[in-house]
């Protein structure tokens, strides 16, 4: 191109995009908890995505800010602020997708039961809110009632059983539309896998089952896409600091707060219109005595959710 020809290119090439942004933001999209270290970069990401035609904030404070700030950004999305649980409703309505990242971090002289109760409670009045504003929105949980560290942890394993008791007993749960936020075990395993390997980071695929804590997380490393040979000492230090991400973001912020930064959503139209999951056949002796070991701390974490959900009704 000489530089003329280059730039009508661009000019075109740029209206073009406008005019496909445009047409295609249809999405509204509330993020409750907005105002928190997962929430802002979380809205941005939401802001910046052409299929959102409108992104609702809530938060119990400071959410004005965000929203103010986002606005200035140079995408369709038009951003609304909602405060207190007085604009919860209105937040919600004819909502699309919702994403939870609601919570407190533990403060001094509370017990781990204090603050498993506080977030629980949180996300089961949240999603009850949910029920009753938008039944048929996409609901992605993210928060966890509890961080333990030192790989004993229980999290979103247990938010997202509390979530589907609650749609229960409201009558509207559809399965295919209620998901546990893991992206950040995904996107940890690639890049840490990438790197250990020297592989390019867009080629690598890792396919992960379990949970969200602690050994619940399991990266089956024998089926890493391109085909990769790992020694034992290999797959035990990946797994485990695969395992341990979290933590070690937790305490790398000294509690100023958790993982807030390597984190995405990824969604299908209508719902889940098919359940891609990971192929069990042929696990290595090492996956499957892993996969043995989480499964009872797993039942327990959903346990746990279950009957927190049961007794509080
Ligand atoms: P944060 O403390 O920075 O933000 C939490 C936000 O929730 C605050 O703005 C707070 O005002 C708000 N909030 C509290 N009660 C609320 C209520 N009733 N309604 C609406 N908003 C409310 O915490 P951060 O770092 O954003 O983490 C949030 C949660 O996400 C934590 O539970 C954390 O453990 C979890 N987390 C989950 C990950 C995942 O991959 N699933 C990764 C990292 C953190």
Do not use: W
């Not at 004819?94 to 403060?107: E, F, Y």
């Not at 390019?200 to 085909?227: C, E, F, Q, W």
């Not at 020694?231 to 707060?257: F, P, S, Y």
């Not at 999951?277 to 090492?286: A, C, I, K, P």
Request: hydrophobic share 45%.
């Amino acid at each position: 191109f000489s530089g003329l020809k280059a730039e009508a290119f661009a000019q075109k090439e740029e209206q073009r995009c406008q005019y496909n942004f445009q047409s295609r933001a249809s999405y509204k999209v509330a993020v409750l908890g907005a105002a928190g270290g997962i929430g802002q970069p979380l809205a941005l990401l939401i802001k910046m995505s052409p299929l959102v035609s409108s992104l609702h904030l809530y938060d119990i404070a400071n959410v004005k800010g965000v929203a103010a700030d986002l606005n200035h950004c140079n995408t369709p999305a038009q951003v609304f602020d909602f405060t207190g649980a007085s604009e919860l409703a209105n937040c919600l309505k004819d909502v699309d997708v919702v994403v939870i990242p609601a919570g407190v971090l533990r403060k001094p002289g509370m017990t781990r039961d204090d603050l498993f109760n506080i977030n629980a409670n949180i996300v089961k009045g949240l999603v009850e809110a949910v029920a009753d504003n938008c039944p048929d929105a996409f609901i992605h949980i993210i928060s966890n009632p509890v961080i333990f560290l030192f790989r004993r942890t229980l999290s979103a394993n247990s938010t997202v059983p509390i979530a589907a008791e609650v749609l229960k007993q409201k009558g509207v749960y559809d399965p295919k539309k209620l998901f546990g936020v893991t992206t950040p075990d995904i996107v940890r395993e690639n890049t840490f896998i990438a790197q250990k390997k020297n592989l390019r980071l867009v080629d690598v695929d890792v396919p992960m089952i379990g949970g969200h804590a602690g050994i619940t997380i399991l990266p089956l490393l024998s089926k890493t896409k391109p085909s990769t040979a790992f020694t034992d000492e290999e797959v035990q230090e990946l797994t485990v600091r695969i395992q341990n991400a979290g933590t070690e973001v937790i305490e790398a912020k000294a509690g100023a707060g958790s993982a807030t930064l390597s984190m995405a959503v990824k969604l299908g139209r209508n719902c889940v219109e098919a359940l891609i999951s990971s192929d069990l056949n042929g696990l290595n002796e090492y996956e499957q005595k892993a996969l043995e070991a989480l499964k009872p701390e797993l039942k327990a974490s959903i346990e746990k959710g279950i009957a927190y959900a049961q007794k509080e009704t």
